[in-house]
């Protein structure tokens, strides 16, 4: 096992997010919804984080905030030394465009697409990225370049969707719910994809899962409730993507 | 390409019914556009230019007889450039191929004709020569319904005398581009012509040597032409002067700038109707569109495509479908304006009537087309490019739905619960359901004002033809004569009834308003003509006062009950203060009816006629042309019943020229609004629909729910659309009165009954394209998929 990320972490000098003080509310009819309280949390270069909980923890709204997807209604986010919350809507869009790789739980590929078409869409729009074949390699898809997502599995789906999210290099890769919509054979071979990426690239990535047992690949391990941050774990014992079972 | 042009391509060829459905009324919008401002460009290219090249007057008078050296007075006047005299008189042929005689006018021609005003377009043939004698031009649309060619000879009488004339050209003439003789109602080149003859053999025919009857000016630029007018008419006065008036008064202009001033009408308005629905239609399409594609958009914003790109990426779908229609609208325009050419250059003659298509017209039809289509849509290609991704990641929040104005009133109970998903559908999007609405009625509202002048030209046909004018042959006489002509023709074979009339050309006054026109002096004797207005109602003809139109009284400001001054033109040339005892709402012209006793009393001629109406016995019509041709005084002859076959053929025929467009255009506006607001509701609904299939609806059943609101919203259009077109056939009939014409306000019930016909149609034809549609409902990935 490649234990450098750990080292990284272990390291905890150069954060690469740092969220402090964020809270959010939004509205949705009469209710008002306070989806985060005042969360404190670093994102540090080249490590592998899992973000656990309960759905309606605030887990997605957290890495919706530091990926530049939503704005915190207060509080302050820093990408390396640039405060993210002061960014415009267009900086915010060019934030996400050179350095943030998505992957959302329902894969969210566009269905007349093909999967080389999809990572194409990153990479028609960013510099130095790779070539959308060689984003699909690393995601194990080179024989299904050509195929439509309804051609694919669920499976297989999201693996373009990991391909499209890193196509780019991003420094850094938010999953949500990666595996959610996938059975547990399915859902391992994705992880092991977001795996390789974060190894072989140094990607920082943050993954977010309602699901334990993912814990166990994380170097440190964020437990939400109720718009707080329950727990930070440190995980001595990471494991490899393909040891896992749920 | 770019993956996000590929993206657009195939979201394109996925929805190409739409698109071309939507295109298609673009495309009509363009085409209407670009046929009539390129028929403008024409027109008015063609027209400037022959009245520049031929040197059209700008200043008109007849008179009766004025010595040579007058001219020089008239030159005087300031800011006239050129004068030039001539005699014209009426002339009656006897043409072979013609049972009654045929009548015209012949114009004097200068010394050189290629000099002075007015100058002739030499069509055929030679200009006729100084020494030879009786050699004639004629007028190209007389000689061609004639077949006469240089070299023939025709009959005619001149001043009462039987002369043999030798054709020696045809031409054209900037005055008559639009022949019509004076009193008809429509141009008949067998019976009406212009012809022209050397001056010196004019003034020797009519007895005017150094003499003229008639003059043309034109002016400096810059120059007041009423000025001029007022002192010309100071001049003519002693000389009989019938009064000056200015180009726009014209006959033959004011026909040619009707027809640009009814262009112009077109070029706004039915661009607006077609380009409005278009971008309604862009409207509901790329909002549903943005709308499905909720979560793309997200995810396109997520990996860092700008709001700008977004917008752009279906902002481009819009240009897209909008320059295909642009360049499909332009090209069926450009072919229905070359062929509205040909159709004019049977009404208006001009050396030849060149098709121009300007580049700047196709580029302002873009333009036009570009803006509208944006302004569809400005709304939902911002509400895209606003779209928070972290929002719109979420799953659309449940259309919220409330109870319907049914319910509220508590009759749910007799509604039927699919009926109910229908109308809560309905009520929930007010705005797009009203619009549907509105675009179906439109279609609805073309086909009523499209079937309406049809019915107004048969109301006018069988009410001028059959009501009005109860004779069968208008005699006019080569001057006011003497009655004892009226006993002459009374006993020619044949003749049943006959009622004489005098035409006087007047000045009418009121405050400082004057109106030159024609005063109609009739007995009505035997009800041979009738006074009627446009809805058939009959008006007395006055012992003393003057019956005018309603557009003549209206230009003099004056009411019934009103005075009017008469200042007489001819004779002895009285004036005379006299009531208005009655309007008559008719159909062309600035018209004034008196008695005819009244008339001669006012000009101190007893029995003194310029016509009669005449009721004939068919059998005897050939002896009573026979007659006729041998009586001198006689300088036309009118049949009516030719000029309504004259009528009849041309407007029948370019009414049903123009008719299959109309319906063409209206069925394309209903099909593509029904067809777009099933294809959205169905989108909308599909997963709904496959609910209820699985439920264990059966197709019918869920086709009812689908195509019922497609009924409901074709139902409730109709009557709107009816009651629209209604009104827009109110509006063309108010807004074509000009002084030539007016449109009776009539629809026949039959063409409510049709327009609501084919819209029904329309509206089955497109249920039944969304209806295979929904057959091939896929239950199960319906039902998997995530909106």
């Known amino acids: 096992m490649d234990t450098s990320p750990v080292e990284k972490v272990a390291d905890r000098t150069q954060p690469v997010f740092s969220a402090r003080a964020i809270t959010k509310t939004y509205q949705v009819g009469e209710l008002e919804i306070h989806a985060l309280r005042g969360v404190n949390l670093d994102l540090f270069k080249g490590e592998f984080m899992v973000l656990l909980g309960p759905s309606g923890s605030g887990k997605s709204t957290l890495l919706n905030i530091l990926g530049g997807l939503d704005v915190p209604t207060a509080g302050q986010v820093n990408y390396l030394d640039h405060n993210l919350t002061a960014y415009s809507d267009s900086a915010m869009t060019l934030f996400r465009r050179e350095h943030v790789g998505f992957v959302f739980q329902f894969y969210n590929l566009i269905p007349n697409l093909t999967a080389r078409e999809n990572v194409a869409l990153i990479t028609d729009i960013t510099q130095d990225p790779m070539s959308p074949d060689e984003a699909l390699e690393i995601v194990g898809l080179r024989d299904r370049i050509n195929h439509f997502p309804a051609q694919l599995s669920g499976g297989e789906q999201q693996r373009v969707a990991v391909a499209r999210a890193i196509a780019k290099r991003p420094d850094v890769l938010l999953c949500d719910e990666p595996t959610g919509a996938l059975d547990s054979t399915t859902g391992i071979i994705v992880l092991e994809a977001i795996e390789r990426v974060n190894r072989q690239l140094g990607t920082t990535t943050a993954v977010i899962t309602h699901n334990a047992a993912i814990a166990n690949m994380a170097d440190r391990v964020v437990s939400m409730s109720g718009g707080e941050i329950a727990e930070i774990h440190i995980n001595q014992n990471k494991r490899p993507a393909h040891e896992i079972t749920w | ?787």
């Open chain 2, 1 to 787: 390409m770019k993956a996000i042009h590929i993206k657009l391509f195939r979201d394109i060829a996925s929805l190409k019914g739409q698109a071309a459905a939507i295109g298609l009324v673009m495309a009509c919008g363009v085409a209407t556009f670009v046929m009539s401002l390129s028929l403008l460009d024409s027109l008015n290219g063609t027209l400037n230019t022959y009245y520049e090249q031929n040197r059209f007057a700008q200043v008109f008078a007849h008179l009766k007889r004025a010595p040579l050296n007058l001219n020089e007075r008239i030159a005087q006047i300031p800011g006239v450039a050129h004068v030039q005299t001539r005699i014209v008189e009426r002339i009656t042929l006897d043409m072979p191929d013609l049972r009654e005689p045929a009548s015209g006018q012949i114009i004097s021609l200068p010394p050189n004709p290629r000099e002075g005003l007015n100058l002739l377009y030499l069509r055929a043939g030679r200009f006729p020569s100084g020494t030879r004698s009786r050699e004639i031009m004629v007028s190209q649309r007389f000689a061609h319904s004639h077949r006469l060619e240089p070299g023939d000879s025709v009959q005619a009488i001149m001043n009462g005398r039987l002369e043999t004339l030798r054709v020696v050209g045809i031409a054209l003439s900037p005055e008559y581009i639009y022949l019509i003789s004076p009193g008809s109602i429509f141009p008949d080149n067998k019976r009406y012509g212009i012809f022209w003859m050397a001056r010196h053999e004019m003034e020797a025919a009519f007895d005017m040597k150094g003499a003229f009857n008639d003059v043309t000016l034109s002016l400096m630029p810059g120059t007041n032409e009423s000025e001029v007018i007022t002192r010309l008419d100071q001049l003519t006065e002693h000389y009989g002067g019938l009064g000056a008036y200015q180009r726009d008064d014209q006959l033959s202009h004011k026909f040619v700038a009707n027809e640009i001033h009814g262009l112009r009408g077109m070029t706004i308005i039915v661009p607006i109707i077609f380009l409005g629905v278009a971008a309604f239609l862009l409207n509901i399409v790329i909002a549903r569109i943005i709308s499905t594609q909720r979560e793309q958009i997200a995810v396109l914003k997520a990996m860092g495509y700008r709001n700008i790109e977004i917008g752009l990426h279906f902002y481009s779908f819009v240009m897209l479908i909008t320059i295909l229609a642009v360049i499909a609208g332009s090209l069926f325009g450009a072919w229905m304006g070359r062929s509205m050419t040909v159709l004019y250059t049977e009404y208006f003659d001009f050396p030849s009537l060149q098709y121009t298509l300007k580049p700047h017209v196709l580029l302002l039809g873009f333009l036009v087309s570009t803006a509208s289509a944006s302004l569809g849509v400005a709304h939902a290609l911002r509400v895209a490019m606003r779209l928070p991704p972290a929002e719109a990641m979420r799953p659309q929040p449940p259309l919220s739905f409330r109870p319907t104005i049914l319910e509220r009133l508590g009759l749910h109970r007799i509604v039927p619960p699919p009926i109910r998903m229908i109308l809560r559908q309905l009520e929930r999007q007010p705005i797009k359901t009203g619009l549907s609405i509105l675009g179906i009625a439109l279609a609805t509202a073309i086909l009523v004002v499209g079937s309406f002048t049809q019915d107004a030209v048969d109301y006018f046909l069988d009410l001028q033809f059959n009501r009005i004018q109860q004779y069968d042959i208008d005699v006019v006489l080569a001057e006011q004569t003497n009655d004892t002509a009226l006993s002459t023709i009374r006993h020619m074979p044949g003749v049943l009834a006959i009622e004489p009339y005098r035409s006087l050309a007047v000045r009418l006054r009121s405050g400082h308003i004057d109106r030159r026109t024609g005063v109609l002096g009739l007995t009505q004797s035997d009800g041979l003509f009738q006074l009627l207005s446009m809805d058939g109602r009959s008006i007395t003809l006055p012992e003393n006062g003057i019956i005018l139109s309603t557009r003549l009284a209206e230009e003099l400001h004056v009411r019934a009950g009103d005075s009017v001054t008469i200042d007489v033109l001819e004779g002895r040339r009285p004036s005379l203060s006299v009531q208005v005892s009655g309007l008559i709402n008719d159909f062309s012209g600035l018209s004034a009816y008196m008695n005819l006793n009244r008339i001669n009393k006012l000009m101190r001629q007893q029995h003194t006629i310029g016509g009669a109406f005449l009721l004939v016995d068919p059998a005897y019509v050939d002896a009573l042309y026979e007659e006729l041709h041998n009586t001198p005084r006689v300088a036309a002859v009118n049949v009516k019943s030719a000029t309504e076959e004259n009528f009849r053929k041309t407007i029948a025929r370019n009414l049903g020229l123009v008719r299959p467009f109309l319906i063409g255009f209206s069925v394309i506006i209903a099909f593509s609004v029904i067809y777009n607001s099933a294809r959205i509701s169905l989108s909308e609904r599909s997963r709904d629909l496959a609910t209820l299939r699985v439920l264990g609806f059966t197709r019918r059943e869920v086709s009812m729910i689908q195509l019922g609101e497609l009924a409901i919203l074709t139902t409730i259009a109709i009557p709107i659309g009816l009651a629209l077109g209604h009104y827009l056939s109110w509006l063309t009939s108010k807004s074509s009165e000009s002084e030539l014409v007016r449109i009776p306000f009539i629809i026949e019930p039959s063409t409510f009954v049709q327009a609501a016909v084919i819209v029904a149609l329309a509206s089955v034809v497109s249920g039944l394209v969304v209806g295979r549609h929904l057959d091939k409902l896929d239950l199960i990935s319906v039902l998997k998929s995530r909106e």
